[in-house]
């Protein structure tokens, strides 16, 4: 076989058989083929497509491009996948609530990069924690805790790794296709048997409107249900911040205000209902009302903040922090944003407030920065909130007055006000099962 050919096929639109597949995706692994043959077939498959039958060998391939993992965790491993958010930290909200209820979650993450924030940062912005486990290490964990939230090695999907950094520089991300490959590639490697995938739409979701992402949620429940995987993807919103706090150990900060039942809102309603499908899915729960009112009551009781806290302990980090916030990192600086004029907040941009978070020193601009953990922001409004002006709209938590000045402006900018009272925004929009699409309506 020659990439050539490959090239050639795709070019003109054809299906590639298993076999062409199989050639590129080694190719990618073990980089026997060049960038740029590479490049180029990645973007003939961004304009041509791919039909059900090529992303399925696409994924396998890609899956099988280096280890599969086949979990001990004494019950179904269970992992939920955002397709990023700003301010999204519901894996630290449900992960623990979903082990208290007897689940088995075995999470690999990712860095944040861009405007989204990353789970594994989140989690290293407390004091000691380790992310880079063993094998034996995190199954072990599952097994005994009943999570751990761990990062992916890089024995895992290595096709993945090539495509992706390639797919970041040749504007080749937004095909749908291409996505479901290389996220469901990753899961199935990983050992998942049961997938919940949280697919975001809005303002800088993968997927510019509803529809493409439902499609997009459509295809890779597709494709994993074809795997012999329990899958279902929801479609949530992205039009603000998910949580009221933006930044790495603000963001732990809300889950544990969550998980110890001081804080309410989108944040802990979209972590519930992902939690349920999860239980659900795995087979811990039988119905979605069983799910919600075991995982409501792992809140109440506590069980949820303890599993967090003995998932803490056993990757070394200081697990105090869920009884006394006050032991993570803190920005020196704190600032108040306030409107300067009056008001109802209609729409906020969630790219340039994680951006804004991003160049307070949250986030990277390159893959090698280091972060600052402590700084990032609380919003005090969300979308549909009345304003009179000098009401704070969000406090910032930065490193220096100078980065709180710069910052004020950007998170002003990245806020719009109407006269007119403005809905709230939309949170959920759809389940998505192999059996079809549900709307969901809150
Ligand atoms: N996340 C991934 O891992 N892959 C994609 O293609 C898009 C988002
Ligand atoms: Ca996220």
Known sequence: MDILSVLENKKRGKALSAEEIGFFVRGAADHSLPDYQLAALLMAIRLNGMDARETADLTMAMAYSGDMLIPDVGGVPVDKHSTGGVGDTTTLVLAPLV???????L????????????????LESIPGMRIALSEKEFQDIVRTVGCAVVSQSAQLAPADKTLYSLRDVTATVDSIPLIVSSILSKKFAAGAKAIVLDVKTGSGALMPTLEASIELAQAMVAIGDHAGRRIVAVVSGMEEPLGSHVGNALEVKEAIDILAGRAQGPLKKVSLFLGAQMLLAS?????????LDRLNRALDSGAGLQKLKEMIAAQGGDSRVCDDVNLLPKAPVLYPVRAREGGFLAHVNGTALGLAAQRMGAGRVRKEDAIDPAVGFVMEKRIGDEVKPGDVLCTLHAASAESAKETEERVLGALAFTKEPAPKARLLYALITPQGVRNLHE
């Open 99 to 105: 082990a208290a209820c007897g689940g088995k979650v």
């Open 107 to 122: 999470k690999m993450s990712g860095r944040g990069l861009g405007h989204t924030g990353g789970t594994l940062d989140k």
């Open 283 to 291: 087979g811990v729960a039988d119905t979605e009302e069983e799910a």
